[in-house]
């Protein structure tokens, strides 16, 4: 997976198209991800006792990941993500997110 909870990431495609948040909630199995306050729906409740009120509330909806580029922290412009395995002092190899255009390892 190359997007994580809590990256920042930019929305390429639907009507929040261009919009930068934050994301909430991967699903790795299906390849999803919701982001704070993008392409939300609206879910409308129904008053379950008379007198009382319906109420509508808004949720971001998971989108494909595919849809959504990660911002680098480090040059701030959304990119395309490889991997760098290093290995560590003990010999175990540890693999990096590394932006494809400023080739900084993002955390
Ligand atoms: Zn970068």
Redesign the pocket.
Known sequence: MNIKKNDKVKILAGKDKGKIGKVLQVIPSERRASVEGLNLLIKHLRPRKNGEKGQRIEFPAFMNIANLALV?P????P?RVGAKVTKTEGGKSKKFRV?K????I?E
């Open positions: 680098c480090k040059c701030g412009r990119t932006c255009k400023c080739q900084e993002i």
